[in-house]
C-alpha cells in the first residue's frame, strides 16, 4: 500500500494506532468511533463480514431512491475498532432524502406503515433465511444480513424526514426549548422493546408467585442454569411459559455486535433479567408505558396552549404523522438485534459432521481472513467462543488499547503520517 494511504494516531496511552486507509482521501472525512454500538474490539471475521456487506447496504437505500448515508458508505474497522463516517448529505442528496420518503410514505400510507407494510416483512424473512440451519456461502449471508440491517435505517430516514419539520417548527416558535420538546413528545407509545419486556415481566410474576421458584431466583448470585428451575417447577408452567419466550424473542442478541450471545444460546441472561425484576418489584412495562403516554399527551396539549392560535393547526398537522415514532425506533432496535443473532455463524449448522463439508465451510471463511485460524467445531467438542471466532495477532493487543474518539487532527494529538 502506498505510504500516503497509511495514518499514525497517538492513543491516550501512547501507543501507535496505525490507520491504513482503502481510499488516500479518506482520511479527510470526519470518522468517529461508534463505541455504543460496537463497544468492543471486533474479530477479524466480524470486520470481513461487515466489509461485504456493503452491496447489500447500498442496495436497501438504492431500492428506495433515498441516497444512501455516509455512515453505512464505508467504514473503517481499524484493529477492530468501528469508525463511521459522519459526513452529511449536500443538499442535492438531503432534496433527493426527501422526495424518496415522501414518495413511500405516499405509497404505503404514512411513516409508521413504511415500517410496517415494506421494511419489516422484508426484514422478518431475511431473518427467518438466516436462521435456517442449511450452510450457505458466507458473501451470501453478509449481503443479506446487511440488507436487512439497512432496511431499519430506511425507516429510520423516513422518519427523520417528518421530525425535522417539527423540529424546525418547535425551535422557531419556542426557541432552543423545542429540541427537547421534541423528544419528550415522541414517548410512551406501543413498541416491540416494550412487548418484550412485558413478556419478561410476566415471567418474573410466574416465577414469584412459586415460593420455591422465587426463593431459587433470588438466591442464585450468578448465572442459573434453567434446568435447575425447570426441577422446581411442579407443574411445568413456568418451564412451557420461558420456552415460548425464547421461542418468541430468543434469537435477540445482547449488543450490536456478532460475538454476544443470543438469549437462546444463554438463556441465563433472560433468567438474570427475571431474577432483577422480582428482587425489585418492577411495575408492569405496559403501566409504566400508560403513564409516559399520558404524559406525552400533557405535553402535548401544553405545547398547544402556549402557541399562537394561527400555529396550533400547523403544530397537530407536523405532529399527527409521527404518531408511531416510538414504535418505528424501538422495533428497529428489536430487528436489528434480532438481525445480529440470526447471522451468528453458531447458529448456521457450523456445528458440522461431515470432515469435506467442514473443510469447505473453513475454505470459505478463509477468502476473508487470509492466514487467520478458524476452526469448525465436530461433534462432541465445545464449541467456545474463543476456539470458534478467528484471532488476530494484533486484536488480541488492541482489545486493551483505548484509541483516539475521532481519528481526524485535533488539538492534542496530531496525528503523524508514515
Not at 435477540?252 to 418489584?281: D, G, M, N
Not at 428497529?332 to 459432521?353: D, N, P, T, Y
Request: overall charge negative.
Amino acid at each position: 500500500m502506498a505510504e500516503d494511504a497509511v495514518t499514525v494516531y497517538t492513543c491516550e496511552d501512547g501507543s501507535d494506532f496505525p490507520v491504513h486507509w482503502e481510499r488516500p482521501e479518506d482520511h479527510l472525512a470526519p470518522w468517529v468511533r461508534n463505541a455504543d454500538h460496537w463497544p468492543a474490539a471486533a474479530p477479524p471475521l466480524e470486520v470481513a463480514l461487515g466489509a461485504a456487506g456493503l452491496p447489500g447496504r447500498l442496495r436497501a437505500f438504492d431500492e428506495v431512491d433515498i441516497p444512501c448515508l455516509y455512515t453505512f458508505r464505508r467504514s473503517y474497522a481499524p484493529h477492530g475498532f468501528v469508525y463511521l463516517n459522519q459526513t452529511q448529505y449536500s443538499p442535492a442528496e438531503a432534496e433527493q432524502w426527501l422526495r424518496g420518503a415522501e414518495a413511500l410514505i405516499a405509497r404505503y400510507g404514512g411513516v409508521l406503515e413504511v415500517w410496517t407494510g415494506y421494511c419489516l416483512p422484508k426484514i422478518k424473512e431475511i431473518c427467518r433465511r438466516l436462521q435456517m440451519d442449511e450452510p450457505s456461502p458466507l458473501a451470501d449471508l453478509a449481503d443479506a444480513w446487511a440488507y436487512s440491517q439497512n432496511l431499519t435505517m430506511v425507516a429510520a430516514a423516513v422518519l427523520r424526514s417528518r421530525m425535522q419539520p417539527l423540529g424546525s417548527f418547535l425551535m422557531q416558535e419556542l426557541g432552543a426549548e423545542g429540541e427537547r420538546l421534541q423528544n419528550d413528545l415522541m414517548q410512551g407509545q406501543a413498541n416491540a422493546t416494550i412487548d418484550a419486556d412485558q413478556a419478561l415481566w410476566r415471567l418474573a410474576q410466574l416465577a414469584a408467585s412459586s415460593p420455591r421458584l422465587k426463593e431459587r431466583l433470588l438466591d442464585s448470585a450468578g448465572m442459573l442454569d434453567p434446568a435447575e428451575l425447570y426441577k422446581l417447577d411442579s407443574g411445568g408452567e413456568f418451564r412451557r411459559a420461558f420456552e415460548a419466550f425464547l421461542d418468541e424473542y430468543g434469537w435477540r442478541s445482547e449488543v450490536w455486535q456478532l460475538i454476544a450471545f443470543t438469549w437462546r444460546e444463554r438463556p441465563q441472561i433472560a433468567l438474570s433479567l427475571i431474577r432483577s425484576v422480582i428482587a425489585s418489584q418492577a411495575p408492569s412495562p405496559l403501566a409504566t408505558q400508560q403513564q409516559s403516554l399520558t404524559r406525552g399527551q400533557e405535553l402535548a396539549d401544553s405545547v398547544r396552549d402556549r402557541l399562537p392560535s394561527d400555529k396550533r393547526g400547523a403544530f397537530d398537522a407536523l405532529l399527527a404523522p409521527l404518531s408511531g415514532y416510538t414504535t418505528v425506533r424501538e422495533g428497529r432496535a428489536q430487528w436489528q438485534l434480532i438481525g445480529i443473532g440470526s447471522m451468528r455463524l453458531f447458529e448456521k449448522g457450523r456445528v458440522e459432521h461431515d470432515d469435506n463439508k467442514r473443510k469447505a465451510i473453513v475454505n470459505d471463511i478463509q477468502k476473508y481472513l487470509g492466514k487467520a485460524m478458524y476452526s469448525i467445531p465436530a461433534p462432541g467438542r465445545a464449541a467456545s467462543l474463543t476456539a470458534a471466532w478467528p484471532v488476530l495477532a494484533n486484536w488480541r493487543v488492541w482489545q486493551t488499547a483505548r484509541p483516539n474518539y475521532k481519528l481526524w487532527i485535533d488539538d492534542t494529538k496530531a496525528p503523524v503520517k508514515s
